[in-house]
């Protein structure tokens, strides 16, 4: 099963957007059995020059991601939302409207656990549950195996065992690279 990610260029915004809009050009698909992890530096996802996989965490957040959605939309830009079980129960109905937007959902543990801390049961059975809460919310169905197999480790704290765990769930783990100008 592959799953497609949005990727925006500049300047190549669709018909329907407004002409000066960065649009979303065109989405790759990564294939959970070939892409066990995405750092931000691998040359095997096929990104161009300037294509960005834009993804934002720890949400929903009832202040910030209508915000967020307003200026996605504005741009006629697709992301990826990394959510929090917990959070995803307390704002439901952010978490459809990012889905009916269009946008990715993707998953960020039950509470934002740093996953290391944890026995490997405890660990799985925190991702089962965010998993099932996001799922249950956005698409009436509580089951543990998600749609999409996109995984951001809290606080980025991962381990060899943490990554074995994710994999056999056949999940890809998301890191992130954070470049600053200079």
């Known amino acids: 099963m592959g799953i497609g990610l949005v990727l925006s ?12 809009a960065l649009g979303t050009a065109r989405t790759i698909v990564l294939d959970p059995k070939k892409h066990r992890a995405v750092s931000g530096k691998e040359t095997g996802l096929g990104l161009r020059h300037k ?12 202040g910030k991601t209508p915000r967020i959605l307003k ?3 504005k741009e006629c830009v697709k992301a990826t939302f990394f959510y929090v079980g917990t959070m995803a129960r307390a704002y439901p109905k952010l978490v459809r409207k990012v889905v009916n ?8 543990t039950h509470s934002h656990n740093r996953l290391p801390n944890y026995s490997s049961a405890k660990a799985s059975r925190l ?4 998993i099932s809460s996001l799922q249950k919310i956005a698409y009436s169905d509580a089951s543990t195996t998600p749609r999409t197999p996109f995984f951001r480790y809290p606080y980025l704290a991962r381990s060899k065992r943490t990554d074995r765990m994710l994999a056999k769930k056949g999940m890809i783990a998301f890191g992130a690279e954070i470049r600053q100008n200079s």
């Not at 269009?102 to 960020?108: E, F, P, R, S």
């Not at 991702?127 to 965010?130: A, H, Q, S």
């Open 71 to 73: 200026a996605l939309k």
């Open 101 to 108: 937007q269009g946008h990715t959902l993707a998953h960020h």
């Open 127 to 130: 991702i089962d549950k965010g």
């Open 51 to 62: 294509e960005v996989i834009l993804t934002f965490d720890d949400g929903p957040i009832a």
């Open 9 to 20: 260029i500049p300047g190549l915004a669709s018909a329907k957007c407004a002409p000066d």
